[in-house]
Nanobody, 120 residues
Framework: QVQLAESGGGLVQAGGSLRLSCAAS????????MSWYRQAPGNERELVAT???????NYADSVKGRFTISIGNAKNTVYLQMNNLKLEDTAVYYC??????????????WGQGTQVTVSS
């Protein structure tokens, strides 16, 4: 069984920085993709950034140049470094991990979500 644990949200002033982390644990054979999504009140969940198991990254236009997604040395943790935060970045942020367990079963898991609030 694979589990995800998110951390790092909080309250920050506009222009500030936060780093989110999401660690996957369990009998993991392979991680194919790790992503961060966010959902603001009244809005649909949107993709913020994604990184493949080979390190290829992609970002939403709204965060390019400000956010950086990366994988930790242990390859089971994904980070989202958020710089120059704006009011419109306020949302609940969710990590999503796709991969395969040691029992050769695919998994598609979501973290519990962490609140990021940017104040003026």
């Amino acid at each position: 069984q694979v589990q995800l644990a998110e951390s790092g949200g909080g309250l920050v002033q506009a222009g500030g920085s936060l780093r989110l982390s999401c660690a996957a644990s369990g009998i993991i054979h392979r991680i194919d993709n790790m992503s961060w999504y966010r959902q603001a009140p009244g809005n649909e969940r949107e993709l913020v950034a994604t990184v493949t198991g080979r390190g290829v990254t992609n970002y939403a236009d709204s965060v390019k140049g400000r956010f950086t997604i990366s994988i930790g040395n242990a390859k089971n943790t994904v980070y989202l470094q958020m710089n120059n935060l704006k009011l419109e970045d306020t949302a609940v942020y969710y990590c999503n991990v796709l991969g395969m367990t040691m029992a050769w079963r695919n998994f598609d898991l979501w973290g519990q979500g962490t609140q990021v609030t940017v104040s003026s």
